[in-house]
């Protein structure tokens, strides 16, 4: 079943971030990793409901710490903290063998809008398979990409400010992810006056 979803994500050209987990004060206080963490297993479980019609994963560890460029401890730990915040289950199933994961369908639904939609950012696949950059920057590049989708413009007005609010990451955190995105040469920036925020540019 594994080798058929990793079959299937491969055909997929984004993965979808959820706007409540990273958002909503219910989990203002939550690692930015294990919000990740979250959107790559709703990503694993839309795959395995086209396979199979299963709303549960089972995902070994090792391709887990893989995605997301972390130990396997490291895994085990926001998993941990997704569970605290109601938002999985894991279920042992036996000695050797991947356990179950199960998104909470009934908590996810509190976060839908009006429409009864889930809203999200898009992160491209060839960014999120790029090891080359952190969590934070593909977090923020996704935040970046709606943004720009909103705006309709070339270029954004964006402080570095504002960029640690909307990642829950202190400002210093905020400057070297802005730094890994220019640095892979994702985004350009460009400078402006005393006290005004940089400009910041799409580099297709």
């Known amino acids: 079943m594994t080798k058929a979803i990793l079959k299937s994500e491969q055909q997929e050209t984004y993965i979808k971030l959820y ?41 070994p560890h090792e391709i887990l710490a893989d995605k997301l460029q972390v130990t396997g401890r490291s895994i085990t730990t926001m998993k941990n903290e997704l569970k605290s915040h109601d938002l999985i289950e894991e279920t042992f199933m036996g000695i050797g063998k991947v356990t179950k994961i199960t998104i909470n369908q009934e908590k996810v639904k509190q976060y839908r809008n009006r429409s009864g939609i889930l809203t999200f950012m898009l992160l491209p696949k060839s960014v999120y398979e790029n090891k080359d950059i952190s969590i934070s920057s593909k977090v923020l590049y996704a935040f970046l990409l709606n943004r720009f989708e909103k705006t309709k413009t070339d270029s954004i007005s964006l402080s570095n400010e504002e960029m640690s609010k909307m990642l829950n990451v202190s400002l210093s955190k905020a400057r070297k992810t802005k730094k890994e995105l220019v640095s892979d040469g994702k985004i350009i920036e460009q400078r402006r006056g005393h006290a005004q925020a940089n400009t910041i540019q799409l580099n297709d």
């Not at 930015?32 to 694993?44: A, G, I, N």
């Not at 409901?49 to 995902?59: E, F, L, P, Q």
């Open 19 to 59: 706007d409540f987990i990273f958002k909503h004060e219910d989990f203002y206080e939550m690692r930015l990793t294990s919000k990740y963490l979250f959107c790559v297993m709703m990503d694993y479980m839309s795959l395995s409901m086209k396979v199979s019609n299963d709303s549960s994963i089972t995902i």
